[in-house]
T-cell receptor, first 112, second 116 residues
Framework: QKEVEQDPGPLSVPEGAIVSLNCTYSNSAFQYFMWYRQYSRKGPELLMYTYSSGNKEDGRFTAQVDKSSKYISLFIRDSQPSDSATYLC????????????FGPGTRLSVLP | GAVVSQHPSRVICKSGTSVKIECRSL??????MFWYRQFPKQSLMLMAT?????????EQGVEKDKFLINHASLTLSTLTVTSAHPEDSSFYIC????????????FGNGTRLTVT
């Protein structure tokens, strides 16, 4: 079993739809959870960073963490064509950056 | 968050030559930088941890003599792919962690290397 599982997609939705992206993980030592957006031929851009279980909202984005189920989600409301990208989940144990594990990413296409 | 500049964004080189990629932390002094490699439709793979003023720490399976890392200042780390071969063609991305413990990673825009 991989440490982090993420459906690679591709996922296609119409403009305005609510998008749900998910990752599961197996290592209960992970304490910090992130979502990155990566456009083609670009580096990943940090979208959300959470620590505790529960929800964190930032504009149209909501990150959800359920540590008991080892499951994290990213919801995108009112999706736009500009949201079309690959979304990577990432998680880490406490430290200064050496212990990050990334999911393979889900490719999202928002169709106008 | 940290601002990371990476250069060049794209490079094409001939087999057997060496290529240098620069990574700069623009808004804070990074004692540690990280180099990742990404194959198409695959996740980021950590290659090495670049430590300012000391030797880099390489992940298992990464050849340190092939991927030379120099972290000569608190704002600059370089990755040199030596004697490049077509199988080295990939997307290389550097990152820095914020100055605080448990800070997330912030990435440069990556370098697309194509070895012909």
């Amino acid at each position: 079993q991989k440490e982090v599982e993420q459906d690679p997609g591709p996922l296609s939705v119409p403009e305005g739809a609510i998008v749900s992206l998910n990752c599961t993980y197996s290592n209960s030592a992970f304490q910090y959870f992130m979502w990155y957006r990566q456009y083609s031929r670009k580096g990943p851009e940090l979208l959300m960073y959470t620590y505790s279980s529960g929800n964190k909202e930032d504009g149209r984005f909501t990150a959800q963490v359920d540590k008991s189920s080892k499951y994290i989600s990213l919801f995108i409301r009112d999706s736009q064509p500009s949201d079309s990208a690959t979304y990577l989940c990432a998680m880490s144990v406490p430290g200064y950056g050496q212990n990050f594990v990334f999911g393979p990413g889900t490719r999202l296409s928002v169709l106008p | 968050g940290a601002v990371v500049s990476q250069h060049p964004s794209r490079v094409i080189c001939k087999s057997g030559t060496s290529v240098k990629i620069e990574c700069r932390s623009l808004d804070f002094q990074a004692t540690t930088m990280f180099w990742y490699r990404q194959f198409p439709k695959q996740s980021l793979m950590l290659m090495a941890t670049s430590n300012e003023g000391s030797k880099a720490t390489y992940e298992q399976g990464v050849e340190k003599d092939k991927f030379l890392i120099n972290h000569a200042s608190l704002t600059l780390s370089t990755l040199t792919v030596t004697s490049a071969h077509p199988e080295d063609s990939s997307f290389y991305i550097c990152s820095v962690s914020g100055s605080s413990y448990n800070s997330p990673l912030h990435f440069g825009n990556g370098t697309r290397l194509t070895v012909t």
